[in-house]
């Protein structure tokens, strides 16, 4: 098993900057890529971010440009810095763990998820 912890997540003003971690632990070795998800009430969850352990990164393009994912393996946790933040940013943000490759990941180990509302 993996166990993921989020944390990070508020209220912040239009404009502003967040950062997201994820602390992770357990049975790493079952993973190679970490990915920060977004579910706002209504829509659908969202992939926003990955990295693999080689450290590539994606990003969806509605964030691209405004987020960065990042790992610290001294601290086992990855973040996610949000900046320039938009109203529609606003969701849940949820932390999980797998593997696979752009458009075709696979996530098998979640997060509880941490709120961020950014206010107009």
């Known amino acids: 098993q993996v166990q993921l912890v989020e944390a990070g997540g508020g209220l912040v003003q239009a404009g502003g900057s967040r950062r997201l971690s994820c602390a992770f632990s357990?049975?790493?070795?079952?993973?190679?890529?970490m990915g920060w998800h977004r579910q706002a009430p209504g829509n659908q969850r969202e992939l926003v971010a990955t990295?693999?352990?080689?450290?590539?990164?994606t990003y969806a393009d509605s964030v691209n440009g405004r987020f960065t994912i990042s790992r610290d393996d001294a601290k086992n946790t990855v973040y996610l810095q949000m900046n320039s933040l938009k109203p529609e940013d606003t969701a849940v943000y949820y932390c999980?763990?797998?593997?696979?490759?752009?458009?075709?990941?696979?996530?098998?180990?979640w997060g509880q998820g941490t709120q961020v509302t950014v206010s107009s």
């Open positions: 999980a763990a797998g593997g696979g490759s752009p458009g075709r990941w696979y996530f098998d180990y």
């Open positions: 990295i693999t352990w080689r450290r590539s990164t």
């Open positions: 357990g049975s790493i070795f079952k993973i190679n890529a």
